[in-house]
């Protein structure tokens, strides 16, 4: 499926959503509020702009991203930050929670304008999504604009990753566009790799959830429901969905003198629910009406948001929601900090691998089916020793599993440090884009070849010239045509969306390996320069100090195998970051004073899943050796030689963001 297809549904899509919130509006009138947000029109104010756009679609999400924006705005005290969900319950946790410390709005539609809008008024250095909001527009059109891209506490079931594989094309788009994913584990590492995104740029960082702080009124709130309640032992049934509420009821007819608390999942089901217990025979009450748990209720219904980890903190048992019909069940992280013993059904596929590891150190208690969930409560208050073990395990493989916020955070500033920032500069005959801190106003003098006093051979389709700019010198290069097609039109090139143009592309390329820390040269401008019904483009890059064209090196004297072995781990580093170069030959190697070994020309190069085509540069290299032994007369290279290079090329590491 095409990104014009996928636009197209989501537009039908949303003339569903409009009616659709309308109708959720009648229990909760948040959901027929603030309706221009979601079609991309935010009011925020200008020190909004330029700062991160932090998206967490509902409670839970927002919940795991709550620790992960504490830190950033401890980290980056300046850095204005745009917090994003799309629910009215995850809106008011985000406010209470964080006040006037961050913007908050909701995430539009993603459709191409209304994306476009909402972009275009935030101008964010860095987009960061939470879990699986994978939005295609959204993502596509950040990075399109020059937004660093991250996925954080990524997770992804099988079931879903059959589900993007058969979209390919659209699956591939997204993830070319994400420059971090910082998944929870190494199954979703894995599932993510098999879909085509970059080793080097899916690291396991594990789960936010593990960190996320208790409430600020966690110990009032407990202290207030243990009088409500008093002695009598109660059991949590949490996040549940339509078809399991009458199995929780009918397990808790069997438990003479507990309490259940029940938690259904979305807000908008609580008067279903509701109607489900007028009709069961069990005396019940709702916590809303915020009266004491008489002596003789046998279900109190949690209609309040907020208070389920004051609820957990309580119980004696708790049942994974989500978990006896096939919605894939819910985190159970939440519950394991307070050592309660769990409960889950077989559907937890969307947290496949920490109900994996649960099992394996016996800290949870899995039933087949909803049958089960009766005798599974009766068989915990039976044995409150075994009870209480069951949950201690829990409780430390949670507490080893702590630390993800720092390892989220730590890749996270690191790209956002790295990563240029880039304006776009209207000239007289076209359109510049520079990094402002190599070049702040970029002027048609930048790109004129007399400007410059030195002049150095290209290798291929022309000359490169060094400029001088304030204190750094530049190299620029103008676009020429190669082969027959060079010599009918030799610079001229057909019009195409400005980004797609050869020099912004290569550019926005340039501007995101140096951000992945990659041993390329950082790009200075850009510009698109009209020529009739065509345009001409030009780039200038800094140059880098002190490095030479490996193929002139080669001329003088032979490369050591150590020497070898460094180009094959960059060509490693590429590859393992999934950049595609269309022309890497020796003459697009070089090697600076201390060794190391940098890579140059990136135009029409692009970021791919990874494929046949890292052996097809590998080759290219290969073949552009053996041409310049045959064609000169002093060529220090020997087929002995490629054996070196990929030692060097396969020791090169698969994973981890090269900082």
């Not at 009616?19 to 948040?30: V, Y």
């Not at 009032?220 to 109660?234: E, M, Y």
């Not at 394991?336 to 409960?343: A, E, K, S």
């Not at 000359?463 to 039109?489: E, I, K, N, S």
Request: hydrophobic letters at 50%; glycine letters at 8%; one cysteine or more.
């Amino acid at each position: 499926m095409s990104l014009r297809l996928y636009s197209g549904l989501v537009h039908v899509a949303r003339a569903v959503a409009w009616p659709l919130l309308w109708w959720l509006g009648r229990r909760l009138p948040a959901f027929r509020e603030r309706w221009a947000e979601r079609r991309g029109v935010v009011d925020l104010p200008a020190s909004a702009r330029g700062g991160v756009v932090v998206h967490a679609v509902s409670m839970g999400e927002v919940g795991a991203a709550v620790p992960l924006v504490q830190a950033l705005l401890a980290a980056r005290p300046g850095l204005p930050v745009v917090f994003t969900c799309t629910t009215p319950t995850a809106s008011a946790r985000i406010t209470e929670t964080f006040g006037a410390a961050v913007h908050h709005v909701y995430l539009p539609f993603d459709t191409p304008g209304a994306v476009r809008r909402f972009l275009d008024t935030l101008a964010p250095r860095a987009l960061v999504v939470l879990e699986t909001e994978l939005w295609p527009n959204l993502l596509t059109t950040a990075q399109a604009r020059g937004t660093a891209v991250v996925l954080a506490n990524g997770r992804l079931s099988a079931r879903s990753a059959g589900r993007y594989a058969r979209f390919a094309h659209t699956t591939a788009a997204v993830l070319n566009a994400i420059d971090l994913l910082l998944v929870q584990d190494a199954p979703v590492r894995d599932r993510f790799l098999r879909l085509g995104a970059a080793p080097a740029r899916t690291l396991v960082t594990g789960s936010l959830k593990f960190d996320t702080p208790l409430p600020a009124d966690q110990g009032a709130r407990v202290a207030q429901f243990r009088a409500w309640v008093g002695p009598r032992p109660l059991w949590v049934a949490a996040s549940t969905h339509d078809g399991e509420e009458a199995a929780v009821l009918a397990a808790q007819a069997s438990q003479p003198g507990a309490l259940l608390v029940l938690v259904p999942r979305h807000p908008q089901r609580f008067d279903a629910v509701a109607a489900l217990l007028d009709s069961s025979g069990l005396r019940w009450q709702r916590r809303s009406a915020g009266q004491p748990v008489a002596a003789d209720t046998a279900v109190l219904l949690a209609d309040s948001m907020g208070e389920l980890t004051a609820w957990l903190a309580l119980a004696e048992a708790v049942f994974i929601g989500g978990t006896l019909v096939p919605v894939g069940g819910h985190n159970p992280l939440e519950a394991m900090q307070f050592g309660v013993p769990l409960i889950a059904g077989p559907q937890v596929f969307n947290f496949a691998a920490a109900f994996a590891e649960l099992g394996a150190a016996q800290a949870v208690l899995r039933i087949a089916d909803a049958a089960a969930l009766g005798p599974a409560l009766a068989q915990l208050r039976a044995d409150p020793a075994a009870a209480r073990a069951l949950g201690a395990r829990g409780q430390a493989l949670f507490a080893r599993r702590g630390g993800a916020t720092a390892r989220t955070l730590a890749p996270l500033l690191t790209l956002l440090d790295q990563r240029a920032g880039r304006i776009e500069q209207a000239l007289p005959d076209g359109v510049a884009w520079a990094d402002p801190a190599l070049l702040p106003a970029p002027e048609p003098a930048h790109f004129d070849p007399a400007r410059g006093s030195a002049r150095a051979p290209g290798s291929g389709r022309g000359t490169v010239w060094f400029q001088t700019v304030g204190a750094h010198t530049l190299v620029l290069r103008h676009y020429r045509r190669g082969g027959l097609m060079g010599r009918l039109v030799q610079d001229r090139y057909a019009p195409e969306p400005l980004a797609c143009t050869r020099a912004m592309a290569e550019f926005a390329l340039l501007q995101r390996l140096v951000a992945w820390g990659l041993a390329v040269p950082r790009a200075a401008a850009a510009r698109w320069q009209r020529a009739g019904l065509f345009y001409r483009a030009d780039i200038l890059v800094q140059r880098i100090p002190g490095a030479e064209d490996l193929s002139e090196q080669l001329q003088l004297a032979p490369l050591a195998a150590a020497g070898w072995q460094a180009v094959g781990a960059a060509i490693a580093q590429l590859h393992r970051h999934g950049v595609f170069h269309s022309d890497l030959n020796c003459h697009n190697l070089m090697r600076d004073a201390q060794g190391r070994v940098w890579i140059i020309d990136f135009d029409k190069c692009a970021v791919r899943a990874p494929g046949p085509w890292q052996q097809v540069n590998l080759e290219r290299l290969r073949r552009s050796l053996r041409k310049e032994r045959g064609r000169l007369a002093h060529w220090h290279w020997q087929e002995d030689d490629w054996a070196a290079l990929l030692a060097g090329y396969n020791a090169a590491p698969a994973e981890g963001f090269t900082p």
